[in-house]
């Protein structure tokens, strides 16, 4: 039972901390190594599986958009813009006493309004899967150049804590020195700006800096909306984390028994059901406020964790 209660509070801070910008890695180094004192060596097989919950959560929530950056387009009606023409501008009722019966049986009366003119389809959407491959090259590319580093060096807990802190200061940075202008759509992500927030990813490889942190504040300093910055941050997260943790995984896979089942099922639904609400309620959260809360918070945590660490005399 002691597993089975660690696996649902470890999937649900995952849950509640892998799409904001707060550092899941923090929360994790806080509850599962100070907190819960849980230390068991397929404990790191499990972050893995309950991240892929979380994945799971966000191709549920883009599960339109991710088919339509392959060309296939899903339950979308078209949005169409009604139009006045210049020779319609009288109403149905102007017309009716302008006219004259005579006039009338030459001329079939409208039933309704003057017909409006269609105009304006929507347009097709405009994020490719060129704007994704990008986005993945330059973390990719640090990624498999540097792996064995930053697997080495950026899991101690003084890296992860600075890794907070740090982050939370470029989240600031973003949110005062971000272009007033901004895209307000993900069509209208430009090339130039998925490359650039892929850049900007790069920064996730130093556990604990945050994912959708990185890529958010990349997405502000180049002119993105903030909701946009994090939908793109999501749907260009997916692929990366997939990659990451499908490659942890095989890495793992002699770690794991078929009694280990329970835990890791536990941990993997509660992290998916935890994830689909978090990610609906941040995105509606980036509407009323930015992202210095958020850093505020990271650097409060930092504080916390390096308490902790000191009361509990661990090693950073």
Not at 117 to 125: F, H, I, P
Request: overall charge positive; proline content about 4%; hydrophobic content about 50%.
């Amino acid at each position: 039972m002691w597993e089975i209660f660690v696996a649902i509070i470890l999937a649900i801070v995952e849950g509640l901390t892998e799409f904001a910008p707060v550092s899941s890695t923090g929360h994790m180094v806080l509850v599962k190594n100070i907190l819960l004192n849980y230390r068991e060596p397929k404990g790191e097989v499990f972050i893995v599986v309950i991240q892929l919950g979380s994945m799971l959560a966000v191709t549920v929530v883009y599960w339109r958009r991710l088919l339509s950056l392959i060309g296939i387009n899903v339950g979308e009606k078209e949005e169409k813009e009604q139009a006045i023409e210049p020779n319609q501008v009288q109403t149905h009722a102007q017309h009716q006493h302008a006219a004259s019966r005579d006039e009338l049986l030459f001329e079939k009366a409208p039933k309704s309004p003057p017909t409006l003119s269609r105009r304006n389809k929507k347009k097709k959407n405009k994020l490719t899967l060129i704007h994704i491959l990008l986005g993945m090259i330059p973390a990719a590319i640090c990624g498999v150049t540097f792996y064995d580093s930053i697997k080495s060096i950026m899991k101690s807990t003084s890296s992860v804590l600075l890794a907070i802190v740090v982050g939370g200061i470029l989240m600031i940075i973003a949110e005062k020195l971000g272009p007033k202008t901004r895209t307000k759509s993900l069509d209208e992500v430009s090339y130039g700006q998925a490359l650039t927030i892929g850049l900007f990813q790069c920064l996730a490889l130093w556990s604990g800096f945050s994912r959708s942190g990185s890529m958010m504040a990349g997405g502000l300093l180049v002119g993105i909306e903030r909701r946009v910055a994090a939908d793109f941050a999501f749907i260009l997260g997916l692929p990366m984390m997939m990659a990451s943790s499908g490659k942890d995984l095989l890495e793992s896979w002699h770690m794991l028994n078929a009694s280990d089942i329970p835990f890791f099922a536990t941990g993997f639904i509660t992290a998916f059901i935890v994830s689909l609400f978090s990610i609906k309620f941040f995105l509606a959260l980036l509407k009323r406020i930015n992202l210095t809360p958020f850093a505020i918070y990271r650097f409060i945590l930092a504080g916390v964790i390096l308490l902790a660490v000191w009361a509990f005399n661990l090693p950073l």
